[in-house]
């Protein structure tokens, strides 16, 4: 993942920051509008909607036109490929998931926020005395909100090949919680080299980089079939067979 120090302007076009900052501008508006439902719901303890609305329209803002090809089971731990932010709402917005992410987003103030109004997970990946916690946290956030997501790559990729998945970040589902589905899922972007966030490129440059795209971004989560028998012994058989099922559909 991209880590320069500083925006590069240059590679946007002067035309283009007008369109960079109306959406930033729909997105801010779209986060004051449902965060009042999100606070009225949570009082009431209505099912966990307006992060889902969100992090749809959130996508769909920045130009995201996604479909969605075969099912996500329920109660389902997903493991998917991982190529830009617009992985997150794109599959947000197929199953409602939450995320796990690693204990590092909680130093930024605003995404530890909205990270955790999702039920976000935080993996603190080398502190081997909180698994146990990390265990029921994610037990938990299956049981709450039907799915749960992880990127085993640990960080984006090309979208042209996968990065070996690391069994070490599915250490909290390790032993899978009972009634608890683990299923694959490819994120098939149409103009992969345009979307991947690889390199020295910097958080932000990649963020602007994307909204300043006129043409659609249009994406395809494909829900593969889910993994079972021998695959499932532990977490890295689950690692293995998950690559595998990816790889195998990126061929086609």
Request: proline share 6%.
């Amino acid at each position: 993942m991209g880590n320069a120090l500083a925006l590069n302007p240059q590679r946007i076009a002067p035309a283009a920051w007008l369109l960079v900052g109306l959406r930033v501008a729909a997105m801010f508006a779209l986060l004051f509008a449902c965060l009042p439902f999100y606070y009225l719901w949570r009082l009431l303890g209505l099912s966990r909607l307006w992060p889902r609305v969100f992090l749809a329209g959130l996508g769909w803002i920045a130009g995201a036109r996604v479909t969605v090809k075969g099912r996500h089971m329920p109660n389902a731990l997903l493991l998917a490929n991982h190529v830009s932010w617009l992985d997150i709402p794109a599959i947000a917005r197929a199953t409602g998931t939450a995320f796990v992410g690693h204990d590092g987003l909680t130093k930024v103030p605003l995404i530890r926020h909205l990270s955790s109004m999702n039920d976000t997970v935080f993996v603190a990946r080398h502190d081997k005395g909180s698994v146990a916690q990390q265990v029921e946290l994610v037990r938990t956030a299956i049981a709450e909100t039907g799915a749960l997501t992880i990127f085993p790559e640990g960080t984006t990729s090309d979208g042209v090949t996968l990065l070996p998945f690391k069994s070490s970040l599915l250490s909290a589902a390790d032993p899978l919680p009972d009634g608890v589905a683990v299923q694959p899922v490819y994120l098939d972007y149409e103009e992969v080299p345009d979307i991947a966030w690889v390199g020295d490129e910097h958080g932000v440059d990649n963020f602007v980089r994307i909204l300043a795209r006129v043409k659609p971004l249009r994406l395809t989560v494909h829900f593969l079939a889910p993994l079972e028998g021998a695959e499932l012994a532990n977490r890295k058989t689950i690692a293995a067979a998950a690559q595998a099922a990816i790889e195998r559909a990126m061929a086609y």
